[in-house]
Each structure stands twice: as C-alpha cells, then as structure tokens.
C-alpha cells in the first residue's frame, strides 16, 4: 500500500470518528460510522493474505448490519416521535434495537464472535485502530443516548461479556486473540456503567485506549504475535519486555497500577445504586481475566523458555526504547496517584 493510500485511509477514519462524535442528527451519525467502515477495510486487507480478506469480508458484514440497524432504530423514532436528533430516543422499541446496534458494533457479547476472528487476521498497527479508535464513535453514541438505553440489556450484556472476554481468553495462544477477549471482558465494565454514570464510562474508555495502545506498540516494536515467541523477547529485548509486563498488569487491573483506577471507581459507582451483587460478580469475573495477563507477563519476561532452540539464544541484542512507547507505559502504570482529582470531575 502507498503511502498517499494510507494517508486517504487513515484521514477518513478521523474524519468518519468526528463527523459521529461531534452529530445531533442520526443521518449524519450514520454516515460517519459508514465512513469509518469503509476506510479501515483496505487496511484490513492490505496483506492480501486469504486470512486478512477473510477478516475484513467478516467485519464488513457485522458492521453494515449493525449501521442497518442503528438506520432502522432512528427512523422507527423519528416515526413515533417526529424527532431526528439523538439525544431525543425516546420509543422504546428503538432503544431496544439501538442497544443491539451498537453491541454489535462494539463486540459485545453476545455479539462478540465476529471481533477475535477479525483481530486475528488483521496486522498489529490496524488492530490497535480497531481495538481503539473504531470503538470511539459506537461508545460516544452510548454516551450521547445513556439515558434511554434499555438497562437491563445493557447489564446482561455486560456480565455476559467479562464472563466470555475471560473465560475464552484463558486457552488462547495467539496474543491477538487474547488481546481482543481482553477488550470484550473491559467493554463489559464500560457497558455496564454507562447508564448511571456516562462519564465514568468515558474516563474507562480513554484509559484503557493509553494502556492498549501501549500493549499494541511494544508488541509491534519487538514484532511478537505468538506466545511461542513472547517467551524469547526478554533475551533480545529485556527494557521493552519489563515495559510490556508492567503495562499487562495494569491492564488487568492490579493495584497501584493506573488499570486500577477505572475499575475501584466503577465497583464504587455500582455499590452507590444497590447493585453490589452485580459489582461482585463482575469482579470474580475478572479474574479469569487476571490469569491470561498472569500468563502473558510471565512469558515476557521469563529469561529462557524450556526446550530452547539454538536459534532463540540471541541474548541482548540491544534495540533503542521508542520514547512513545515508554510514555504511555508510564501513563499506563503511574496515574493512580490522581484519583482523588478524577472522583471530584465525575
């Protein structure tokens, strides 16, 4: 792919992420997320590998059914009410189907199954766009229409999603996968509170967006994509495999980690509105979450895998650390130390 390609692409994909986020007007918001959908299509693809096309035919498929759908919901509104502006859902018929709309859009559960295939097949830096970037329109709808969601789809959703984002998670040896149930099992926690706390929601989103992109960014600088090869990172790259340990744990949110942050605060939220057992639930969930990052930090930094090949003995050979990626780990592990400031904002 040229350059000049990449950059129509990617210019497309703001433009699309603006036009939804910065909307009123359903039509607009939807012509944004169709923008959206077809920019990230060639970078999908761009490998021309069967897996890579298969990967992106399967994530045109989900999302134009689900663009269909958010359609459907605002002319099923604007029919009952007269009103095209988002904030304005009021029938709720269509805040049922908006609901399904944007969990298919976003890969929760139980819409889930097409997001790992497509993490999968595509390459590192367009994973972290669709880990990222693609989710910000479909969580900013959210945002915009919390207050007429149907809550307890939302919250079934949610628990079903940090069950299955951990559960399918834990025999995964492809770090793409296991990165993809990660970011269903933390799309559970946002989904879930969202409805009582919207910039609650945001503030997990952005969060895990900094601590993503920095899981992303190692991995694409020490060009790893499989466990077998995660083990034999820290002979060749022990700076960046610390970093990547650092920032998987706080990604399953350990304390005093910045991962931490989001969920001690979304437990307090939920505790606030009668919903312990909810809360409770969701973080025994966690854990089965907490034993793929275990294991994945484990094999980053273990020092030498057993049965060891002569090929894998390539020790220290020295890379320079990406300024980049050792600022978001920092963020990424050091901004717990704020909370008290983020508690007053919410």
Request: aromatic share 8%; glycine share 4%; proline share 6%.
């Given at each position: 792919m040229t350059p000049q390609a990449k950059l129509v692409f990617v210019m497309s994909l703001l433009l699309g992420t603006t036009l939804t986020i910065s909307s009123n007007h359903w039509i607009t918001a939807w012509a944004g997320l169709e923008i959206n959908t077809l920019a990230i299509l060639p970078l999908i693809s761009k490998s021309h590998h069967p897996r890579a096309i298969e990967a992106a035919t399967k994530y045109f498929l989900t999302q134009a059914a689900a663009s269909a759908l958010v359609l459907f919901s605002s002319m099923?509104?604007?029919?009952?009410?007269?009103?095209?502006?988002?904030?304005?859902?009021?029938?709720?018929?269509?805040?049922?189907?908006?609901?399904?709309?944007?969990?298919?859009?976003?890969?929760?559960?139980?819409?889930?199954?097409?997001?790992?295939?497509?993490?999968?097949?595509?390459?590192?830096?367009?994973?972290?766009?669709?880990?990222?970037?693609?989710?910000?329109?479909?969580?900013?709808?959210?945002?915009?229409?919390?207050?007429?969601?149907?809550?307890?789809?939302?919250?079934?959703?949610?628990?079903?999603?940090?069950?299955?984002?951990?559960?399918?998670?834990?025999?995964?040896?492809?770090?793409?996968?296991?990165?993809?149930?990660?970011?269903?099992?933390?799309?559970?926690?946002?989904?879930?509170?969202?409805?009582?706390?919207?910039?609650?929601?945001?503030?997990?989103?952005?969060?895990?967006?900094?601590?993503?992109?920095a899981v992303f960014l190692t991995l694409n600088s020490i060009n790893t994509l499989k466990l077998s090869t995660l083990m034999t990172t820290w002979t060749k790259t022990p700076t960046l495999s610390a970093m990547l340990m650092l920032t998987l744990l706080s990604l399953a949110g350990l304390p005093p980690l910045t991962g931490f942050l989001p969920k001690w605060l979304i437990i307090q939220e939920l505790t606030k509105q009668d919903m312990a057992l909810t809360a409770t639930a969701i973080s025994l969930l966690s854990l089965l979450s907490l034993f793929f990052y275990m294991r994945l930090a484990y094999?980053?930094?273990?020092?030498?895998?057993?049965?060891?090949?002569?090929?894998?003995k390539q020790w220290h050979v020295n890379s320079p650390t990406n300024t980049t990626i050792a600022i978001l780990t920092t963020m990424s592990t050091m901004l717990l130390p704020i909370s008290p400031m983020l508690s007053t904002m919410l």
């Amino acid at each position: 792919m040229t350059p000049q390609a990449k950059l129509v692409f990617v210019m497309s994909l703001l433009l699309g992420t603006t036009l939804t986020i910065s909307s009123n007007h359903w039509i607009t918001a939807w012509a944004g997320l169709e923008i959206n959908t077809l920019a990230i299509l060639p970078l999908i693809s761009k490998s021309h590998h069967p897996r890579a096309i298969e990967a992106a035919t399967k994530y045109f498929l989900t999302q134009a059914a689900a663009s269909a759908l958010v359609l459907f919901s605002s002319m099923t509104n604007a029919w009952h009410t007269g009103q095209w502006d988002i904030t304005q859902l009021t029938h709720p018929m269509s805040c049922l189907i908006l609901t399904s709309a944007i969990a298919i859009k976003l890969g929760l559960a139980p819409f889930h199954f097409w997001f790992p295939e497509v993490l999968q097949g595509s390459p590192l830096t367009t994973g972290l766009l669709l880990s990222t970037i693609m989710k910000l329109p479909p969580i900013s709808l959210l945002f915009m229409t919390s207050p007429s969601l149907n809550q307890t789809l939302l919250t079934c959703m949610a628990v079903i999603s940090t069950a299955l984002g951990g559960w399918m998670g834990l025999n995964q040896t492809q770090i793409r996968k296991i990165l993809a149930f990660s970011s269903i099992s933390h799309l559970g926690w946002m989904a879930i509170i969202i409805s009582y706390s919207p910039k609650l929601a945001l503030l997990s989103f952005y969060l895990y967006v900094l601590m993503t992109t920095a899981v992303f960014l190692t991995l694409n600088s020490i060009n790893t994509l499989k466990l077998s090869t995660l083990m034999t990172t820290w002979t060749k790259t022990p700076t960046l495999s610390a970093m990547l340990m650092l920032t998987l744990l706080s990604l399953a949110g350990l304390p005093p980690l910045t991962g931490f942050l989001p969920k001690w605060l979304i437990i307090q939220e939920l505790t606030k509105q009668d919903m312990a057992l909810t809360a409770t639930a969701i973080s025994l969930l966690s854990l089965l979450s907490l034993f793929f990052y275990m294991r994945l930090a484990y094999c980053a930094t273990i020092t030498l895998p057993p049965h060891t090949t002569n090929h894998m003995k390539q020790w220290h050979v020295n890379s320079p650390t990406n300024t980049t990626i050792a600022i978001l780990t920092t963020m990424s592990t050091m901004l717990l130390p704020i909370s008290p400031m983020l508690s007053t904002m919410l």
